[in-house]
């Protein structure tokens, strides 16, 4: 037997999205700057297989953030009137995390091999220090986080800031 779950509010929702990017993001900051370290097992100097898990694992926290950080975007704008941005803040946060949507699609449909993907093709884009497509992740340090056209470093800044104003520490302070 399964039993319905529980109704969320947008606000409930637009915070854990925001809570969730941001806890992914701070987690890569973290591995970047060497707060958190992963360990291997095998024998010294660090094994191939752990640097490519390395890669992997920062590539898995930016691709998250980018999807929750999009996915609190889209929710923001659909219950704009339900959340507790004022408007001044809702701008900033929707400008801010707007061009996720196309890196987004095309990590998300850009290989699928039909008219979706079509439209959603990688393209070339010039960062400091080179070119790199949607699908990639260049890491220049701690506030150069890149993937596409992106500074993930600077659209986190913008989530977090949503997040101090609708995150869930604010939702417990303004809830009964």
Not at 133 to 153: C, F, K, Q, R
């Amino acid at each position: 037997m399964t039993m319905p779950a529980a109704h969320t509010s947008p606000q409930e929702a637009f915070a854990l999205f925001l809570e969730t990017a941001c806890s992914e993001f701070e987690t890569l900051q973290a591995l970047l700057t060497g707060d958190f370290h992963l360990v291997d097992a095998g024998p010294e100097p660090i094994s191939a297989k752990a640097s490519r898990a390395a890669g992997t694992i920062r590539m898995a926290l930016a691709k998250s953030f980018l999807f929750n950080a999009n996915r609190a975007n889209r929710i923001c704008i659909k219950n704009r009137s339900q959340l507790s941005l004022d408007r001044k803040e809702r701008v900033d946060f929707l400008r801010a995390t707007n061009p996720l949507s196309d890196v987004r699609n095309v990590n998300e449909h850009g290989f699928d091999g039909d008219k979706r993907s079509e439209k959603n093709k990688p393209s070339m884009h010039e960062q400091d220090g080179g070119f790199l497509d949607e699908t990639s992740l260049m890491i220049a340090g701690p506030n150069e986080v890149l993937m596409g056209p992106l500074n993930l470093h600077a659209i986190y800044t913008a989530v977090a800031r949503a997040r101090s104003v609708a995150g869930f520490a604010t939702l417990a302070r303004t809830q009964p």
